[in-house]
């Protein structure tokens, strides 16, 4: 199963926030969606994922991790994350040909 990453950063620590696909075919009730529709569902929600992420990263909740010699700060953003925050995910971004299109 794949993931969608949000990199962002704290003065010299990269941070790295991962959704699972699962958790977003979850939150959206769809299934079967590609590589490419995961990512625009999260672009689309950027502003949502940002914050929950934001807020995880301050109340400590994170793991350092090492990948190939460099540390980061590894968060995970779950479906209970998202519905603690209330909010139903846009996916008027799956209604495009381009995400029509899109291969698997």
């Not at 590894?74 to 291969?103: F, K, W």
Request: hydrophobic residues 40%; charged residues 30%.
């Amino acid at each position: 199963m794949g993931c969608v990453i949000i990199r962002a950063h704290d003065e010299g620590l990269t941070v790295r926030a991962e959704i699972a696909w699962a958790t977003i075919d979850d939150a959206t009730g769809r299934t079967n969606l590609t590589k490419e529709q995961h990512a625009l569902i999260v672009g689309a929600n950027i502003d949502l994922f940002d914050r929950i992420a934001a807020g995880k990263y301050s109340r400590k909740e994170f793991a350092m991790r090492d990948l190939r010699g460099t540390t980061y700060a590894h968060v995970d953003i779950s479906l209970a994350d998202v519905e603690r925050n209330g909010a139903r995910l846009e996916t008027s971004a799956l209604e495009s040909p381009r995400a029509e299109s899109s291969p698997t």
